[in-house]
């Protein structure tokens, strides 16, 4: 069965650190990378994501993502962060051989900025 | 445009009361989905619909059921509610294909 790793559940930063989250996937066919981030009491929104093509993706907000298939990866990186990139970031996968495109989601890593 | 809009957003219930769960949206997707959303543990899939009149299981569907008459909505039943349901309820739609998913403001349900 498909499935998503995030490694890190939390992680403190400090305003200006550089981020970078581990995103691992189990799957060997065609797959759809996502990230989606979740602000403190809101839905789920959409980062950024690959589907093909360029493996360094970018997204909103200075977010960016790098796609390697090799080590069934897809890392979560920003040069810099800042105190209101505090949230819940998931990673998710779903294949592009499933017609019903459903996601895996990893179980989440929860960012604190301090300011 | 509102996208995708869930009602009720909070709601307590008692263990074996029954409750349904209201997914909207105007965006004419095709594809609707149904997730829960435990600490630790990320979303998991209930069940999804790939158009109206079709439903399908996903990784976590007992003690739910679902209903996809119209398009636009989405309902999640609990036909016997047990405190392991306590959690938020997450509905998403999309387009067919690989596209990404829309994420409504979840409803956060707890069973005593």
């Known amino acids: 069965a498909q499935s998503v790793s995030q490694h890190n559940h939390h992680v403190i930063l400090s305003e200006a650190a550089s981020l970078e989250l581990g995103c691992n996937y189990s799957?060997?066919?065609?797959?759809?990378l996502f990230w989606y981030v979740q602000y403190p009491g809101q839905h789920l929104q959409l980062l950024l994501k690959y589907f093909s093509g360029d493996p360094l993706v970018k997204g909103i907000k200075g977010f960016e993502a790098e796609f390697i298939k090799s080590k069934f990866s897809f890392n979560l990186r920003k040069p810099s962060v800042q105190w209101s990139d505090t949230a819940e970031y998931f990673c998710a996968v779903n294949s592009g051989m499933d017609s019903s495109y459903k996601l895996i989601f990893g179980s989440g890593t929860r960012l604190l900025v301090r300011p | 445009n509102a996208g995708v809009t869930q009602t009720p957003k909070f709601r307590v219930l008692k263990t074996g009361q029954s409750m349904t769960l209201l997914c909207a949206q105007d965006m004419n997707h095709e594809y609707m989905y149904w997730y829960r959303q435990d600490p630790g543990m990320g979303l998991r899939l209930i069940h999804y619909s790939v158009g109206e009149g079709t439903t399908a299981k996903g990784e976590v569907p007992d003690g739910y059921n679902v209903s996809r008459l119209k398009k636009q909505n989405f309902l999640l039943g609990l036909e016997s509610a047990a405190p392991s349901q306590t959690s938020v309820y997450f509905c998403a739609s999309s387009y067919p294909g690989a596209q990404p998913q829309h994420f409504g403001d979840g409803t956060r349900l707890s069973i005593l």
């Open positions: 799957y060997g066919g065609t797959v759809n």
